[in-house]
């Protein structure tokens, strides 16, 4: 483990990007795209080319799916959300393709984090604008530096967006008052979900929601050897999973409301069927939940797939 440690502090300090060069990576933020997915067609559409046929109802709200880090679009991080999403078939869909920045060494990825989202809202806000698509209709979804992507979308409108999910936020060379960290003012409502916030996620509160599974400590239940050999990417990726599945699955994942200390114990009274939780608020994690929600939360999951364990999350340990 202190080598992968190691490995991750080598990374961080091979720092290749001055912070007021981000002219130098042009050609790459040119190659941001946003792309329009639905069951109605037969292939994706480059949304800034993209004129909706009749059939598409664009009064539907409107989902923006950013991937993270050394990722793509039809990344296997990205592929269960945009699958669940068409599935589901009562959303519009557009799915943000950063690639050629995100491939860069990490500390230029995540200084080009600001522009990637200016680059993505302004293609967004045309779109928008050309078909008549209002604030209120939008909520983005981001994974990893993805999800600060994703707030600073959310800052580009001016925090006026109905919602940001931020999906295990990136944790390395971001502070707690980091400006172009995901947070609270980046939308009406902002969830977040940490899964690996020890390592390579953010162990900040950053939401109005806030859901930290299985303590939000890793490894995650069935990363244990995994994320000794992938640097907890296991850990990391679940949050894409857990979303996901609660996209066709609402009630899967029943999170009641803690103090950060009791998540941290894994305290039993943070369990969904403990006779103490009709003191607490116990809400569905993901997709379902609702705008009016705030404060922190504690969920239990399974090891593997369907990983919501519903109303039964103290069925047995979570391993």
Wanted: hydrophobic share 40%; net charge negative; charged share 20%.
């Amino acid at each position: 483990m202190g080598a992968l440690v190691g490995s991750v502090a080598v990374l961080l300090l091979a720092h290749a990007i001055d912070a007021a060069s981000v002219s130098n990576y042009s050609p790459e933020l040119s190659e941001v795209k946003l792309y329009f997915y639905s069951p109605l067609l037969h292939v994706e559409q480059d949304v800034e080319s993209f004129e909706p046929p009749p059939q598409i109802d664009l009064r539907r709200q409107l989902k923006v799916v950013i991937h993270g880090w050394l990722a793509n679009r039809n990344h296997f991080s990205i592929l269960p959300i945009q699958s669940a999403y068409l599935e589901q078939d009562a959303h519009n869909l557009l799915i943000a393709d950063w690639m050629d920045v995100a491939f860069l060494l990490y500390p230029t990825s995540r200084d080009l984090v600001l522009p990637v989202a200016n680059r993505i809202g302004t293609i967004l806000s045309r779109f928008m604008e050309r078909v008549g698509i209002d604030h209120s209709q939008v909520h983005v979804i981001g994974h990893s530096l993805g999800a600060h992507i994703a707030g600073n979308v959310g800052r580009y409108f001016g925090g006026m967006l109905s919602r940001v999910t931020a999906l295990d936020p990136a944790g390395p060379l971001f502070e707690l008052d980091s400006p172009d960290a995901v947070g609270p003012d980046t939308a009406q409502f902002v969830d977040v979900i940490h899964t690996d916030p020890l390592l390579l996620g953010d162990n900040n509160v950053r939401g109005h929601a806030d859901f930290f599974t299985n303590s939000g400590q890793d490894p995650q239940p069935g990363c244990a050897l995994l994320d000794l050999v992938t640097l907890h990417t296991c850990s990391h990726l679940r949050a894409t999973g857990f979303f996901a599945e609660s996209i066709l699955q609402p009630r899967n994942f029943i999170a009641c409301a803690c103090s950060r200390e009791e998540i941290v114990r894994m305290d039993t009274l943070c369990l969904p069927d403990m006779q103490e939780t009709s003191l607490r608020e116990c809400v569905p994690m993901g997709e379902p939940l609702e705008r009016s929600v705030r404060g922190t939360f504690f969920v239990r999951t399974a090891s593997e797939s369907p990983y919501g364990l519903g109303t039964h999350a103290m069925s047995g340990p979570s391993i």
